[in-house]
Protein backbone atom coordinates (compact mmCIF):
# COMPACT_ATOMS: atom_id res chain seq x y z
CA UNK A 1 0.00 0.00 0.00
CA UNK A 2 0.94 3.42 -1.11
CA UNK A 3 1.60 6.37 1.19
CA UNK A 4 -0.78 8.51 -0.74
CA UNK A 5 -3.25 6.35 -0.49
CA UNK A 6 -2.72 5.43 3.05
CA UNK A 7 -3.17 9.75 3.77
CA UNK A 8 -6.42 9.32 1.42
CA UNK A 9 -8.55 6.82 3.72
CA UNK A 10 -7.50 9.16 7.02
CA UNK A 11 -8.66 12.29 5.03
CA UNK A 12 -11.82 9.95 4.74
CA UNK A 13 -11.94 9.23 8.58
CA UNK A 14 -11.05 12.70 9.73
CA UNK A 15 -13.84 14.28 7.60
CA UNK A 16 -16.68 13.41 9.62
CA UNK A 17 -15.44 15.05 12.98
CA UNK A 18 -17.34 17.87 14.44
CA UNK A 19 -17.39 19.37 18.05
CA UNK A 20 -20.49 19.61 20.06
CA UNK A 21 -22.54 18.03 22.97
CA UNK A 22 -21.11 15.46 25.09
CA UNK A 23 -21.37 11.93 23.53
CA UNK A 24 -22.08 8.63 25.76
CA UNK A 25 -22.40 5.02 25.74
CA UNK A 26 -25.24 2.82 27.20
CA UNK A 27 -24.66 -0.64 27.89
CA UNK A 28 -26.55 -3.70 28.79
CA UNK A 29 -24.92 -6.94 29.05
CA UNK A 30 -26.81 -9.88 30.67
CA UNK A 31 -24.43 -11.78 32.60
CA UNK A 32 -22.28 -9.20 33.62
CA UNK A 33 -24.48 -8.75 37.05
CA UNK A 34 -22.71 -5.92 39.14
CA UNK A 35 -19.01 -5.89 37.79
CA UNK A 36 -16.43 -3.34 37.33
CA UNK A 37 -15.36 -3.07 34.48
CA UNK A 38 -11.62 -1.81 32.69
CA UNK A 39 -11.41 0.78 30.26
CA UNK A 40 -8.22 1.66 27.95
CA UNK A 41 -8.93 4.60 25.77
CA UNK A 42 -7.00 7.24 23.56
CA UNK A 43 -7.31 10.01 21.64
CA UNK A 44 -6.09 8.80 17.68
CA UNK A 45 -4.89 12.25 16.74
CA UNK A 46 -2.20 11.47 19.88
CA UNK A 47 -1.53 8.03 18.88
CA UNK A 48 -2.03 7.56 15.18
CA UNK A 49 1.84 7.44 15.06
CA UNK A 50 2.08 4.23 17.17
CA UNK A 51 1.74 1.24 16.78
CA UNK A 52 0.00 -0.33 19.60
CA UNK A 53 -2.02 1.33 22.34
CA UNK A 54 1.28 2.37 24.42
CA UNK A 55 -0.49 6.18 25.18
CA UNK A 56 -3.68 4.56 26.17
CA UNK A 57 -5.09 6.08 29.51
CA UNK A 58 -7.54 3.94 31.77
CA UNK A 59 -10.56 4.57 33.69
CA UNK A 60 -13.20 2.00 35.06
CA UNK A 61 -16.98 1.85 34.58
CA UNK A 62 -19.45 0.42 37.13
CA UNK A 63 -22.17 -2.18 36.57
CA UNK A 64 -25.47 -2.47 37.94
CA UNK A 65 -27.41 -5.31 37.22
CA UNK A 66 -25.94 -5.63 33.79
CA UNK A 67 -26.16 -1.93 32.64
CA UNK A 68 -23.96 0.30 32.38
CA UNK A 69 -23.41 4.33 30.98
CA UNK A 70 -19.92 5.84 30.15
CA UNK A 71 -19.73 9.38 28.98
CA UNK A 72 -17.16 11.36 27.01
CA UNK A 73 -17.19 14.79 28.29
CA UNK A 74 -14.48 16.01 26.60
CA UNK A 75 -16.18 15.02 23.63
CA UNK A 76 -13.44 14.51 21.26
CA UNK A 77 -13.16 11.20 19.41
CA UNK A 78 -11.86 7.99 21.38
CA UNK A 79 -11.30 4.78 20.78
CA UNK A 80 -12.17 2.62 23.70
CA UNK A 81 -11.49 -0.83 24.68
CA UNK A 82 -13.95 -1.75 28.10
CA UNK A 83 -12.66 -5.00 29.23
CA UNK A 84 -14.28 -7.19 31.80
CA UNK A 85 -11.99 -9.62 33.34
CA UNK A 86 -11.39 -13.61 33.89
CA UNK A 87 -9.78 -15.22 37.13
CA UNK A 88 -6.72 -17.37 36.96
CA UNK A 89 -6.00 -20.28 39.04
CA UNK A 90 -2.53 -18.27 40.46
CA UNK A 91 -5.37 -15.83 41.60
CA UNK A 92 -4.41 -13.38 39.10
CA UNK A 93 -7.09 -11.25 37.09
CA UNK A 94 -6.75 -11.16 33.13
CA UNK A 95 -8.63 -10.09 30.03
CA UNK A 96 -8.86 -11.37 26.73
CA UNK A 97 -10.21 -10.19 23.16
CA UNK A 98 -13.37 -12.05 23.61
CA UNK A 99 -13.91 -10.27 26.68
CA UNK A 100 -13.84 -7.16 25.32
CA UNK A 101 -16.29 -4.60 23.98
CA UNK A 102 -14.59 -2.45 21.23
CA UNK A 103 -16.18 0.99 20.57
CA UNK A 104 -14.92 4.38 18.20
CA UNK A 105 -16.51 7.14 20.50
CA UNK A 106 -17.17 10.13 18.02
CA UNK A 107 -18.10 13.51 19.08
CA UNK A 108 -22.21 14.06 19.91
CA UNK A 109 -22.68 10.23 19.23
CA UNK A 110 -25.06 8.10 21.59
CA UNK A 111 -24.01 4.58 21.24
CA UNK A 112 -26.02 1.47 22.47
CA UNK A 113 -24.89 -1.97 24.03
CA UNK A 114 -26.83 -5.03 24.01
CA UNK A 115 -25.67 -8.50 24.75
CA UNK A 116 -24.39 -11.32 26.89
CA UNK A 117 -21.80 -12.49 28.65
CA UNK A 118 -20.31 -16.24 28.98
CA UNK A 119 -17.56 -17.53 31.00
CA UNK A 120 -14.81 -17.15 28.43
CA UNK A 121 -16.88 -14.49 26.22
CA UNK A 122 -18.84 -11.47 25.62
CA UNK A 123 -21.56 -11.18 22.51
CA UNK A 124 -22.92 -8.20 21.90
CA UNK A 125 -24.45 -5.55 19.15
CA UNK A 126 -23.74 -1.84 18.91
CA UNK A 127 -26.31 1.00 17.71
CA UNK A 128 -25.05 4.49 16.71
CA UNK A 129 -21.55 4.44 15.33
CA UNK A 130 -20.79 3.41 11.97
CA UNK A 131 -17.15 2.88 12.99
CA UNK A 132 -18.23 0.69 16.31
CA UNK A 133 -20.46 -1.17 14.02
CA UNK A 134 -18.10 -2.28 11.53
CA UNK A 135 -15.71 -3.43 13.91
CA UNK A 136 -18.60 -5.11 15.48
CA UNK A 137 -19.51 -7.30 12.43
CA UNK A 138 -16.19 -8.02 11.74
CA UNK A 139 -15.56 -9.20 15.68
CA UNK A 140 -18.58 -11.36 15.17
CA UNK A 141 -16.64 -13.14 12.28
CA UNK A 142 -13.86 -13.46 14.32
CA UNK A 143 -15.08 -14.43 17.66
CA UNK A 144 -15.17 -18.13 17.41
CA UNK A 145 -11.57 -17.70 17.09
CA UNK A 146 -10.79 -15.17 19.80
CA UNK A 147 -13.19 -17.48 22.77
CA UNK A 148 -10.93 -20.47 21.11
CA UNK A 149 -7.64 -18.21 21.95
CA UNK A 150 -9.15 -17.33 25.51
CA UNK A 151 -9.83 -20.89 26.30
CA UNK A 152 -6.14 -21.64 24.96
CA UNK A 153 -4.66 -18.93 26.93
CA UNK A 154 -6.41 -20.76 30.29
CA UNK A 155 -5.21 -23.69 29.91
CA UNK A 156 -1.68 -22.38 29.61
CA UNK A 157 -2.37 -20.53 32.73
CA UNK A 158 -3.14 -23.89 34.44
CA UNK A 159 -0.42 -25.85 32.90
CA UNK A 160 1.91 -23.16 34.22
CA UNK A 161 0.17 -23.15 37.85
CA UNK A 162 0.76 -26.51 37.58
CA UNK A 163 4.29 -26.51 36.48
CA UNK A 164 3.65 -28.92 33.29
CA UNK A 165 6.57 -29.82 30.66
CA UNK A 166 8.02 -26.49 28.83
CA UNK A 167 7.89 -28.07 25.51
CA UNK A 168 3.96 -29.19 26.47
CA UNK A 169 3.40 -25.17 27.09
CA UNK A 170 4.82 -24.44 24.03
CA UNK A 171 2.37 -26.24 21.99
CA UNK A 172 -0.24 -23.96 22.73
CA UNK A 173 1.41 -20.99 22.97
CA UNK A 174 2.40 -21.63 19.49
CA UNK A 175 -1.06 -22.07 18.72
CA UNK A 176 -2.26 -19.16 20.52
CA UNK A 177 0.24 -16.98 18.04
CA UNK A 178 -1.52 -18.80 14.99
CA UNK A 179 -4.70 -17.30 16.37
CA UNK A 180 -3.35 -13.71 16.68
CA UNK A 181 -1.80 -14.16 13.08
CA UNK A 182 -4.90 -15.62 11.38
CA UNK A 183 -6.84 -12.73 13.22
CA UNK A 184 -4.57 -9.87 11.69
CA UNK A 185 -5.03 -11.84 8.80
CA UNK A 186 -9.00 -11.14 8.39
CA UNK A 187 -8.03 -7.63 9.57
CA UNK A 188 -5.75 -7.22 6.43
CA UNK A 189 -8.89 -9.03 4.42
CA UNK A 190 -11.28 -6.50 5.59
CA UNK A 191 -9.12 -3.54 4.68
CA UNK A 192 -8.71 -5.00 0.97
CA UNK A 193 -12.92 -5.50 0.69
CA UNK A 194 -13.68 -1.91 3.09
CA UNK A 195 -11.17 0.60 1.82
CA UNK A 196 -14.65 3.14 2.29
CA UNK A 197 -14.80 2.03 5.67
CA UNK A 198 -14.36 4.60 8.60
CA UNK A 199 -12.58 1.79 10.42
CA UNK A 200 -10.34 0.74 7.93
CA UNK A 201 -7.52 3.38 8.79
CA UNK A 202 -8.10 2.03 12.28
CA UNK A 203 -7.40 -1.38 11.34
CA UNK A 204 -4.35 -0.31 9.28
CA UNK A 205 -2.81 1.58 12.51
CA UNK A 206 -3.74 -1.48 14.30
CA UNK A 207 -1.76 -4.02 11.87
CA UNK A 208 1.06 -1.80 12.15
CA UNK A 209 0.58 -0.74 8.43
CA UNK A 210 0.26 2.92 8.74
CA UNK A 211 3.39 2.45 11.66
CA UNK A 212 5.45 0.91 8.34
CA UNK A 213 4.61 3.90 6.34
CA UNK A 214 5.48 6.62 8.54
CA UNK A 215 8.86 4.60 8.72
CA UNK A 216 9.39 4.97 5.16
CA UNK A 217 8.68 8.68 5.01
Same mark, same amino acid.
Given at each position: MNT &????FILLIFWSNYTLGQESMIKGNIKGL *? *??TLLVKYLKPNESFKYRKMIRSKTDTIYVKNGKFTYTNIDNEPIILEIQSKVKKLDGGITTRKSLELFLYLQPNEKIKIKGHKEK?? &?DYTVEGSEISEDFNRLRKSKL???IESTELYLIRDTMRFKKVDKLEIEKVSKKIKENWDLSLKMNSEFIDSNWDSHLTPYLLWYNGQLYKEHKKT
Amino acid at each position: MNT &IKTLFILLIFWSNYTLGQESMIKGNIKGL *N *NDTLLVKYLKPNESFKYRKMIRSKTDTIYVKNGKFTYTNIDNEPIILEIQSKVKKLDGGITTRKSLELFLYLQPNEKIKIKGHKEKTF &IDYTVEGSEISEDFNRLRKSKLPLLIESTELYLIRDTMRFKKVDKLEIEKVSKKIKENWDLSLKMNSEFIDSNWDSHLTPYLLWYNGQLYKEHKKT
